[in-house]
């Protein structure tokens, strides 16, 4: 039992099968219940033996020069997997939505058309090799990007080669597929698309514009 509970698991915003047949009830309760909550644990566990400052964790990913070198790789690894997964299961919906406009303008001006998007964003993901993300995200110039990071880095990241605001994730590593899918990344990329909850997207979206 951790004395001071620096963070905790949310719950995800649907019953383990909402999302199938995307992502099966087995998945999805091993994924948030073990991985999720596992990252978190080794979290908690890293800051409290040095008593670190509680802190929300964006701002802890954003200064992670500030964090003692012994346990600096550990909170870097597991708040970003603790932040990624947060993001993951919020922007993902149990039935298929439309892209509302704003977004849907922002995307066909930066990448041409949706389809090229989504391409991009499926290649990258195909082409990645080992653990990882990939990512839609607002870079400092507030440009809309496409990149894949290693591990469990992500842009508000110190340290990490992307750098912005996330927007929309991929998790790339195989515990997020591999029961289900196998080998076939390339099918639960696509069906990945039929699930993501791009009103709450929008939101991050125009949020970071404005900040
Ligand atoms: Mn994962």
New binding site residues.
């Given amino acids: 039992m951790i004395s001071t509970m620096y963070y905790l698991l949310p719950n995800l915003p649907y019953p383990y099968n909402g999302l199938e047949p995307f992502i099966n009830a087995q998945t999805v309760k091993l ?1 948030h219940d073990a ?2 909550l596992g990252y978190i644990k080794k979290l908690n566990v890293a800051l409290e033996s040095v008593q670190y400052p509680k802190i929300p964790l964006p701002d802890l990913l954003r200064n992670l020069r500030e964090v003692p070198t012994s346990i600096r790789q550990t909170v870097r690894d597991n708040a970003g ?1 603790f932040y ?2 947060n993001l ?1 299961w919020e922007e993902l919906v149990t039935a298929e939505q439309n892209i509302p406009e704003k977004l849907g303008k922002a995307l066909k001006e930066r990448f041409g058309d949706f389809e090229s998007f989504k391409n991009k964003l499926i290649e990258c993901s195909m082409s990645w090799v080992g653990s990882g993300w990939a990512w839609l995200y607002l870079d400092t110039q507030k440009n809309l990007q496409i990149g894949v990071t290693i591990n469990h880095d992500n842009p508000l990241m110190e340290y990490c080669p992307l750098q912005g605001t996330p927007l929309l994730t991929l ?1 790339l ?1 195989e ?2 597929y591999y029961l289900q899918y196998k080998n076939d990344k390339k099918a639960y990329f696509d069906a990945f698309f039929q699930h993501i909850a791009w009103t709450y997207v929008e939101q991050l979206y125009l949020q970071a514009k404005q900040e």
């Fill in positions: 994924h991985h999720h997997g990624n997964h993951y998790d590593w515990h997020a």
